[in-house]
Each structure stands twice: as C-alpha cells, then as structure tokens.
C-alpha cells in the first residue's frame, strides 16, 4: 500500500469533531459504576478503626498506617511478596519471550502448539494450586518421586515460597507469550530481511530488531505481570496458606487474614490501600519508560 | 541438524505445560485406593469412575454452562467496550489519553480481596445476587483495563493513514472503525479476547461471594464444593479439571487458527 | 438467555448504579404465601437424602402451622450448600452478615466462630431454645462455647474432638503393650518399631488444635482468668517436645509441617504410621472395604505429660439463626428439629454424625452403627474448648504463626512463645 501524500488538515478537523470521547464513553462508565464505590469505600475504612466484632467504627486518621510502620509481620510480609514478584515475573517474561519466538517460526503443526501452551494458563488457578499441592507432596508426590529426593517442598522455610514461585512460572507465561507471540506478528518481515542483507547475527538481530519493536507491548506485559504477582493470593492460599512460620505470607494473604478472618476491617483495608500505593508506584515507573519509548 | 534441534525445544516446551495437565489426566484415571501410592505411576487398570461421579447426583454440566455464558458474555462485552475506548484512545489522538489508561490501570491495582466486600453490597443492592449477571459485570469491569490496554497498544500499530484513508472515502468514525481498524487488529482482538475469556472462566473470589445456587455458580466455585466436611475426593476434583480445561484448549484451538494467516498488520505496515 | 432477559439485566444494573449512589437499598416485597426459610452448610459426607429426608419431615409436621411473618400456614426449607473449607464459609458468612443479609435464615456455624458472631452482633439470641435445665442433656464443653455473657447464641449440632488412632496389630506385636499413655512412651513404642507419629502440623487452625492438646495434657494453659499465660515453663516443654518429635526423635516426618486431617489420615491409613493425632471422622474411612488397615485400628484417649489428665480440643457445628431473619420464629423451630435427639439420632445412622446429646450415647441403634460411640463418649465429655473469647481468631493468627515457626525451625520454642506472650497481652489490650 502506498503512502497517502499529504493529510489536509480539514481531516484532522474531521477527526476532532467525531468526538473520541464518545467512544471512552462505555468503558469510563462501566468502571465507573462498578469500582468508584468499592474502591472509595476502601479508603474510607482505612482511615477507621472498625472492628466488626463487637461493632467498633471510629476515624482515627493516619493512626492505620502509623500501626503498619510498626507491624513486623507486614514488614515480613513485605520482603515476601516483592521477592514472590521479581523473580516469578522475571522468570515469566523470559520463558514467555523464548517461547513466543519459538513458536513465531513456521512449523507444522504451529496452532497446535499454540494451543497447548495455553493449557496452564486455562486451567483454573484455585484448580491448578490443588494439582500442584497434590504434585508437591512430599510423601507420595510426582516431584519427589522423579527426582528421587525428600524434599519438603510446601512445608520447610527454605523450599515454599520458591515452590509457589514455581507453580506462577508454569501458570503464566503462557499469558506472556501469548501477548509477546500476537505482538511478533506486527513487526514487518522485511526489518528481518534488510538485517540479513546487512549480515546482522541472529543475536544483533534480536537486539536490534525484536527488542526495540516489541518494547511497548514487553512493558504492557510487565505492568499487568507485576500487578498480578504483586497481588498473589489464589496460589499461595492454596499451597501453603502463609506457612510454614509466616515464610510464604504474602501482603494480600496478610490481608485476606486481618479482613476475613480477624475481621478488622480498618487495618486490613489500609494493607490492601498501602498494596494499592506500592503497585501504584511500581506502575508508574513503567509507564513513564513506556511514555519515553513512544515518544 | 538444526531442525531436530528446534523440534527437540518445542517437544520440551509441549512437556512443561502439559506435564502437570497430564498428570492430572492419570490421576483422574486412577482407582481411588492408588491415588496415593507411586509407584506405580500409571493406572492399572484406568478408571472412569471419578467422571461418572462428577456428572453424577451434581449439576455439573449445568455449572459448566455456567461458566460458559458468564465468560463469553465478559469476553463480548470487555471487547466490543474495551476496542471502542482503544480506538480513541490510540487512533483518534484523544487528550489525556495517558491520564486515562492510569485511572483505568488504577482500579486493577487493589487486591480483589479488598473489594469484594463493597462491591457486594452493590450487587445485592441490585438484586443481582445469585445471577450470572453479577459475575459478567464484575468480570467484564476488571477485564477492562487489560483489554484496553493490549487494544491500544495493537491498535498504536495500525498507521492513522489507514483511519484517515477511510474517513477520506466517506466512512464516519464508527464506520472507519468496524469497517477498517477492527479487521486490521485481529490478532490483537484475540489474543485480548482469550485472555478475558480464561481471566472469567477461571475467577473464584467473587464467583464464591456473588453465588449461591447452581443458577450462578461457576465451575471454580463447583470444584471447590466436592470436598466434604473432612474429606477431599482427589480423584473427581482431578476428573473434573480435565473436563473443564478441555473446553478451554478446543477454544483456543480454533482462535489461534483464524489469526495466524495473512496478517494485515504486518503487510500493511510495511 | 432472551432479550427480555438482556434488557432487564441491563435495567436492574442501571438502577443499581443510582441506588448505589443514592445509598439506598430495597428488598422485594416478602412473599405473600408460605414462609420459605433457607438453611446454609457444608456439604454432608455420604449420602445427600440424609438431610432431605429430615427437611421433608420437618415441613411435613409444620404443614398447618401459621407464623406472625405470613398468611399462609407452613413452611418451606431450601437448604444451599456450602464449600466445606471452613475459611471459604469464614469468608461467606461475614461478607454476607456484614451487609445486613437476610438471604440465610438458619446456618452451621463452627465452635470457634460463635462468640465472634455473637459479639458482632450477627446472631439471634436463642436461650430460650436451650434453658438451662436443658443444657445438660449436652456435653459440657459445646454449650459452654455457644454461650456467651450467659445467652445462647447457637444450638451444638454434632460434636468432634481429638484423638489417637494406633494401629493394634503393631502393638500386639510390640509384646502387646496398650496404647500409650503417655507422649514419652508414645515417642519410645515408635521409635522401636520404627514407624511414624502423624499429625496436623500445617500453618491453620488445625495446627492450633494439635498444639494446645500438648501444651493442656502439660498443665499448662493460653488465658487464665483473662490473663496471658502463654510463655510458661510447661508450654515451653510441651512446645519442645513436639518440635523434638520431628527434629531430634524423628518419629514425625518433617513433612508434618504440610499436613492437614486428610494427608494424615492417607498416611496412616497407607500402614506407613502406627500412631495418628485426627477426628472421629477417620475411623470410617480406615474401617471401611478396601481399606489397608482395615481391622487393624484402634481409637482412644490422646496421651498426656506424667501427673497431668490427657486434654482433647473441642471441634463440631452448631445451628445459628441469622439475627436479620425475616422468619425468625420458623428459623427458631427449624433449629430445634434439627438438633432434636431424634434428627441427631437419623444423622448419627445415616452419616455418621457425633450427637451432641449425651443421652444418644446410650442408644442401642446408634451403638450398633458407631461402635466406636462408647470410647468417644469418654473423650467428648473432658473435651475443651479453645479459649472462648469474641478475639480468638486474632489469638489463634498468633498462634498458628509461632507455633508453626517453632515447627519449622524458624524460631526456637522459648522464642516463639515470648513473642506469643506479648502478641497475644496485645492484642487483649487493644480490645479491652
């Protein structure tokens, strides 16, 4: 297809007056309805002292997160989750990026592939942690059983948390190469061909080409990642339950604990407002890298 | 040589994922008194039993239907909604576009625990308890900002000269969207769509709060119900996550097939 | 699913959006015609007619009963399962109870839940259902958790408690010595033989259960008179030996820090255990065709620390009405159908519930069905209850904190405890 010459600029008037926010319309207020009120609610209470046994609800300000500074179980549970994130999210993208490029190549049978990777990812989390459970076992477990060892994969200080690292890898990089698989696609083949001309290696190639192209749709990836693993609750629920000596307690089981089973609604909502702030802080720092590659 | 070697990585590749799903399989065959012995590591003689009981006395098929309807209907919703406010977004060159894609970022950033509190009280308020509607709204809200953000992204790499090209040849915006971009971004569109559709069909918290029948209930809610008070019937939870997983594989099967050839994408791009 | 359907789903989510805003809730008007109540719980082990059996009863003798809440006489009772993981019906109960729902009338509610809920103020007062020359005919140690500041706040339903399964064979084996009565001698008879000592050593409530049947069969104690008592000489010997059990004696798989009743209970039931810490519950499924061990099991008291009684926790559900009921006096009658001797006494043949009343322990038919009734008898009556207090969850995070540190190495006994005492002196402190 041919380059259109030049756009007279009575279009771009065209293109204003269609009023883009008409078509923002629907989505803003879908999620408008659905999540002002809950998240708003949220941060209300994390300013209250509200005990639902014995139906306490006072506002006492910051007073929550003066607690948080001092809790060394939020702190524990802190290190947990930022060291559940980097590496699982690490891993994934790198395992997701290898696959994608795998799998991107022509071969027979390529659909085929493409469906079977999927088959983590469809898999129910809740499911798939009862099957990994089930898998880790450390007296009749599949694991152990090919390894020939005892490890006490779910229940020793040293091996659960890399062990529910190990189930998010399997679970999710198909999530990433999925994405990264669709995002190969848009880069034009002859990016390819002009660097084989130039006799670049396949490695320049990736650097040079790959790279840069799928950079945008790598850190979408890594923003919803991130704020994924940050937030990691099905998995370890399921596998651990925080165990063993709090070692797999994540920010959002911490969580989970003081809201549902402790019921102090004001503390447990200023954990999940202070993972709110963290994820939020995290994020930004990618959009702006994202900001200053499409610019 | 070298091509053994690449077929080697994909047959590697084809073990990790389906590895633990296999597992599975050979311990939803296996009779209830070998579920925990290895070895041996495979049944002697395979079993049906435990996907004869999951049918059995439990509305499974029901519950699959279930799920079926609420992820679909998310799916629709999330894209037909989602690729709109993409659109805009990324080819209508809408200001605050930034500020935008944040806000709706934002609202995936809480954790769903946090949550599902209020937005109870909003379904029940609606008297969309123990409806599928509760799930597909829920579902297609938190899907959202996902879908607009891997839409914008695809839709960034379709050149604005298409878009205009259309308007030139007298489409409206609507038109140029439906007509021109949204073709263009197949690939996009389907990879968002089976990332939605798996997010709903797999969601559990909000599925165990908003239900509590099976009119509503999903199969991760269902699958949870097959223990009782103290035991776990291992067997029927595996057989029944080889049967729910299947619908998923044959889905996207046939998806991935309709994207891969003759990519206007890339062509177009070039 | 048509376009009515659609169209309405659409309506009622717009309206949603603006009652929502305008902070108003309304429920459809009650229906004009007989009361139907709705009954929540875990699913039943075994057979589901059951219960259906026993609902169908129970409308059958209210069919000409007319109630304040309609004009129709009788009642109806749609009975919804739960998922049986307690904290998943944890969760449900307060996101429901907390909004003020009245789409439960009656629910199973667990023994450590009910002076929560009651002090939360989500449960009705249900005294004059069991007053207090009735309270007898129930062991002691249910109707002291379901009673709170002298009320009753829920009816006990069926009753578990701790203890120890052996295998006979072995011991027979062994020079016919008898179950261990004490945890030394427990710890030599497995170490000799050699074959494991099994329990629920994984990071949850079950964790605290095991725990405290140590640290009471010690003399030692969690509260006392309000008070902390935690870090004491006694729980700190208690704590070690557990954690001796697993590091120095090896009698108890270092896996024991994942497991729940379920594992346990396959381990034993594989042969590879000779001494097991469970429920009743076990006993069925070791018992039954096809069982390995089958034949080959006994059931008795848990043992104990020399010059101290053996000590099993209290487990079991009861029967709460939801405060917000809008049938409550049918709801009050429902309770008292089912925890009535003879609905106890159809649970008891069918699926092999404990009956709460004392008197069942005695009934030839239930006997026959459940041997194992008379040695449970003994064990149900010295059961205690975890400490009863509206806090006790937010004690026993504490403690299945520290005390599975202590299992896993992470703190040292006389570690964990310290920081349990302070924890829990804390915690009673904020919420004085």
Request: proline share 0%; no cysteine.
């Given at each position: 297809m041919g380059r259109l010459v030049s756009i007279p600029s009575t279009w771009e008037l065209l293109v204003r007056d269609s009023r883009p926010a008409l078509f923002v319309l629907p989505a803003g207020l879908i999620i408008g309805a659905i999540t002002v009120y809950p998240i708003l609610y949220v941060l209300w209470l994390s300013l209250h002292e509200r005990l639902l046994i014995g139906n306490v609800s006072r506002f006492i300000g910051l007073e929550n997160f003066a607690r948080l500074w001092n809790d060394a179980r939020f702190w524990n549970a802190l290190g947990n989750t930022l060291y559940f994130t980097s590496v699982s999210v690490a891993l994934e993208v790198v395992l997701g990026l290898a696959i994608a490029m795998l799998l991107h190549r022509a071969f027979k049978g390529k659909g085929f592939m493409r469906a079977i990777v999927l088959i983590p990812w469809a898999i129910p989390t809740v499911v798939a942690a009862k099957m990994w459970e089930w898998m880790y076992n450390g007296d009749f477990g599949v694991f152990n059983y090919l390894l020939g060892a005892h490890i006490n994969w779910l229940g020793s200080a040293a091996w659960a948390l890399n062990a529910a690292i190990f189930l998010d890898v399997w679970k999710t990089t198909p999530f990433v190469a999925l994405l990264l698989m669709a995002g190969l696609h848009t880069i034009p083949k002859e990016l390819y061909q002009a660097a084989k001309v130039d006799g670049a290696s396949p490695w320049v190639t990736f650097l040079r080409v790959t790279l840069p192209l799928l950079r945008p749709l790598l850190l979408v990836v890594l923003i919803f990642r991130t704020i994924d693993a940050f937030r990691v609750f099905d998995t370890i629920y399921v596998l651990t339950g925080g165990g063993p000596g709090n070692t797999t307690e994540t920010l959002s089981i911490y969580a989970y604990k003081v809201l549902f089973q402790t019921l102090q609604f004001g503390y447990g909502s200023t954990l999940a407002v202070t993972v709110f702030f963290l994820v939020g802080l995290i994020t930004l720092v990618y959009v702006r890298a994202l900001r200053a590659g499409t610019t | 040589m070298k091509r053994a070697g690449f077929y080697l990585l994909l047959a590697l590749v084809a073990l990790y994922c389906l590895g633990p799903f296999l597992w599975q399989l050979i311990t939803s065959l296996k009779p209830a008194a070998e579920l925990t012995h290895l070895p041996p590591l495979l049944p002697a003689p395979p079993t049906g039993t435990h996907y004869v009981a999951i049918f059995e006395g439990y509305p499974f098929l029901r519950i699959i239907a279930n799920s079926a309807i609420v992820a679909a209907a998310s799916t629709l919703l999330a894209l037909a909604v989602g690729s709109l406010a993409a659109f805009a977004l990324a080819q209508l060159r809408m200001r605050g576009t930034m500020v935008l894609l944040t806000f709706a970022l934002g609202i995936s950033m809480f954790p769903p625990i946090a949550t599902v509190s209020p937005l109870y009280l909003l379904i029940r308020a609606a008297h969309m308890r123990d409806t599928l509607w509760a799930l597909i709204m829920t579902y297609t809200t938190f899907a959202l900002p996902l879908a607009i953000w891997v839409l914008t992204s695809f839709f960034r790499g379709i050149p604005r000269e298409i878009y205009l090209a259309a308007r030139v040849d007298g489409c409206t915006a609507l038109q140029a969207f439906y007509k021109v971009i949204l073709p263009l971004a197949a690939p996009g569109l389907a990879a968002t769509g089976i990332l939605v559709f798996i997010f709903a069909w797999n969601e559990f918290l909000y599925a165990l709060t908003f239900t509590a029948t099976t009119a509503s209930r999903t199969i991760p809610v269902g699958i949870a119900l097959f223990p009782g008070l103290h035991e776990v019937p291992w067997g029927e939870i595996a057989a029944a996550s080889v049967v729910v997983t299947i619908p998923v594989v044959v889905l996207a099967f046939a998806f991935q097939r309709r994207i891969v050839e003759g990519l206007t994408a890339g062509a177009v791009k070039g | 699913m048509g376009n009515k359907h659609l169209h309405n789903g659409l309506l009622a989510f717009i309206v949603a959006g603006c009652m929502a805003v305008a902070g108003c809730t309304k429920e459809p008007p009650p229906d004009p015609n007989t009361i139907t109540i709705t009954f929540k719980h875990s699913k039943l082990f075994g057979d589901p007619a059951a219960l259906q059996t026993l609902i169908k009863e129970f409308e059958r003798e209210h069919q000409g009963i007319v109630f304040h809440t309609s004009k129709e006489p009788g009642i109806r009772v749609k009975d919804e399962t739960l998922p049986s993981s307690s904290d998943e019906q944890h969760q449900f109960y307060v996101i429901n109870l907390e909004a003020g729902s009245s789409d439960f009338d009656v629910f199973a509610i667990d023994v450590i839940w009910v002076a929560e809920f009651a002090k939360a103020g989500?449960?009705?007062?249900l005294s004059k259902l069991l007053p207090a020359q009735d309270r007898e005919e129930f062991f002691r140690g249910p109707v002291e958790a379901v009673t709170l500041d002298d009320r009753v706040y829920a009816i006990p339903w069926f009753i578990d408690a701790g203890v120890l399964y052996y295998r006979k064979d072995l011991l027979a084996k062994y020079g016919g010595v008898p179950p261990p009565r004490t945890w030394g001698k427990l710890v030599r008879i497995a170490a000799d033989i050699p074959k494991h000592d099994i329990w629920q050593g994984k990071q949850y409530e079950g964790l605290v259960c095991n725990v405290l049947e140590y640290l009471w069969s010690s003399g030692g104690a969690v509260l006392e008179d309000g008070k902390v008592v935690i870090d004491s000489p006694e729980n700190r010997e208690a704590l070690k030996v557990m954690v001796d059990l697993v590091r120095t004696y090896r009698v108890t798989p270092d896996l024991v820090t994942t497991l729940t009743e379920e594992p346990s209970r396959e381990i034993f039931g594989r042969g590879k255990a000779i001494f097991m810490r469970n429920w009743p519950y076990a006993w069925r499924l070791l018992e039954q065709d096809g069982s390995p061990v089958k034949g080959k099991v006994g059931m008795t008291v848990l043992p104990h620390f020399p010059k101290h009684p053996s000590a099993a926790t209290l487990g079991g559900w009861q029967l709460a009405v939801n405060k917000n009921s809008k049938h409550p006096e049918a709801a009050e009658q429902f309770v008292a159908f089912m925890t009535s001797a003879k609905a106890q006494k159809h649970l008891g043949l069918t699926v092999g519930f404990q009956p709460t009343r004392k008197a069942l322990y005695e009934d030839a038919k239930l006997l026959a069905a459940q041997p194992a009734l008379a040695e449970l008898y003994k064990i149900f009556q010295r059961a205690r209850p975890r400490p009863v207090s509206p806090y006790y969850v937010l004690l026993s995070q504490a403690m299945q904190s520290e005390f599975s540190a202590a299992l896993a190495g992470v703190k040292t006994p006389e570690e964990a405890l310290s920081a349990l005492q302070s924890q829990m002196e804390q915690i009673l402190k904020r919420h004085k």
């Open positions: - | - | 989500w449960l009705r007062d």
